[in-house]
């Protein structure tokens, strides 16, 4: 059907217009299509603006990352993974982020949606070069890729800059190479190997890129020369590396999992191919989650009707290679960038994610928007009216349900109540309990932690979370319960273990609680909480000096915790080291006023007999509400 848009297998050596407008294109109706799906695009992402963060790995990412707070961090902004994934540049940007607004999300949503912006311009110049000035093409792809719904999350969640980031990278590479192909020019090979590099330090999934160019070299009729192979040699050496580099890291991160079987994860692949393709046309019910079937239960008839679908679809592909190359490389376009989310590698918990189309999405819409154009060319070259309203129904519904689905990504309760109504999981439920546990209302927290593991029971995290409540409430024996379950489910969970090395000190089993807590560090020593916990248990069995240890290791990893700072000075109380007491007492107050402070000092003055500010300091905390025996102050007061 598309004959005319398969171009030819020589290549114009000196076409200098093809990274400008194409021959014969008006600059006039090129900007206002762009303008068209900048504008619409813009709409859609309103609702960001005003969006606060998620519960759900921004913590790590921005508001509890203490890394992007400064860039006197700069080397561990540029060396550091997070939660298993190396993308210094990514960390980079947020890091700017904080920089000009704190925590303040505002600035992390507005730069979300710029770059997203202009990706919806890189896409339709992508689109528009590769097939020589097909505007159309071009600007119902890049349309469609600014409101389609299933992006919204890779937009309205802060986390997801990575997403953004490595896809403008990834865009600007495709540009270039666009160029490359076209010109011969040289410097624009080059700079193809530069945004590849920025595009992989932006998010490791950038590693398809070479065979994203070696379609592209399909499509225009110059796969056949060796050098199309050779040139490229540079490209897969750095996916290799950052391939390596990735598998390492979320092996460590204990991402990888390896639960179910290999003919079990071929029909997640294949399930996966097709439900991207249905949330494409019917983009309805998305959740940020979908999780798993469940490993002792059978899969669903959909999972065995995906691999029939997507080899008929495949068949239908082979078959159109005869005439045009466009359904070969949309789909080709749409596989690649997918490869490696399709869970023959088990990662994560969830079987799909809308953030995984970001990129694929653009094979498809590339499809759709070259049948348009031909449609116009079979119509005489005007557009048909039908065609006009199609077009505009579809531009219409995909805005109003995009910026919809964006108002969900307002905060973890609007995201955590709309994924329990639409498609519950045991992930939703857990993560709306945290919300719940930190509003203080522990009986919602209860109920649905209680839920999330009703669903799944074997969510340990849920196990863990529900027993923390419990410890809370001083309900030790349910505590006890949930850990255990928890531990026995993942006897490596270290949150778990200081959570019960915690409870076995206050049940005075010191040496259990110090098992747990030697187990924790052990395992995670970069996890602050076990050396308070082994702190506290040390300093009731009045060991003052390896407690003074762990908090001083304590501190290394969270600084400026004036409780924690209290607690060493306490420490050197029993040791008869009121200087030091002292030393450490005005630490604690120096980061924050706290009327236990102020009396804790003022016991150490009195026992260095300096009485004065013994007096002062005890009165000072009787103003906070310490309560101060008056025999104690009546001490005092005696010359």
Partial sequence: MAKAVKTSKSIPKNNKNVMASPSGFSFGTEFWMIAICVLLTFFVYIPSFQADYVNWDDGDYVYDNTDIRSFSNLKAILTKPVQGNYHPVTMLSLALNYAISGKNPVSFHVLNVLIHLLNVVLTFYFILRLTKGKKWAAFITALLFGIHPVHVESVAWITERKDVLYAFFFLLGLNYYVQ??????????????????????????????????????????????????????????????????????????????????????????????MMYLVKLFVPLKLVPFYPFPAINAALGWEYYLAPVVILLLAGGVIYSMKRTSVLAFGMGFYLINLLLVLQVVTVGSAVMADRYTYIPYIGVFFILGVAFEYWIERNGGKVPAAGIAILSVCALTFTFLASRQAQIWTNGETLWDHTIKTHPSATAYENR??????????????????????????YHEAYSNRGNIYFNQNRNEEAMADYNKCLEIDPEYYVALDNRGALFARLKEYDKALADLNKAIS????????????????????????????????????????????????????????????????????????????????????NSGDKPKALQDALKAK?????????????????
């Fill in 180 to 273: 490359y192909i076209f010109n011969q020019d040289k410097k624009a090979y080059y700079y193809t190997l530069l945004f590849f590099a920025l595009s992989l330090l932006s998010k490791p999934a950038a590693v398809v890129f070479p065979l994203v160019l070696l379609a592209i070299d399909y499509f225009v009729g110059r796969w056949k020369d060796w050098k199309v192979l050779t040139e490229k040699i540079p490209h897969f050496l750095m996916a290799l590396g950052m391939g390596l580099l990735t598998y390492w890291a979320q092996s460590k991160q204990g991402s990888i999992a390896d639960v179910f079987s290999f003919p079990t994860k071929i029909l997640f692949a294949f399930y996966g191919l």
């Fill in 433 to 458: 309990a945290l919300l719940y546990k930190e509003k203080n209302n522990t009986a919602k927290a209860l109920e649905y932690y209680s839920e999330a593991i009703k669903i799944n029971v074997e």
């Fill in 623 to 639: 103003s906070m509400g310490v309560k101060v025996d008056d025999a104690y102050l009546n001490q005092l007061n005696t010359p």
């Fill in 523 to 606: 395992l995670k020593p970069d996890y602050e909480m076990p050396y308070f916990n082994r702190g506290i248990t040390n300093m009731e069995m009045k060991l003052y000096e390896p407690a003074i240890k762990d908090f001083q290791q304590y501190l290394k990893l969270k600084p400026k915790d004036g409780d924690v700072m209290n607690s060493v000075g306490v420490c050197y109380q029993g040791l008869q080291n009121q200087p030091e007491a002292i030393r450490w007492f005005n630490n604690a107050l120096a980061a924050k006023e706290h009327g236990v402070f102020y009396f804790n000092r003022s016991i150490s003055y009195m």
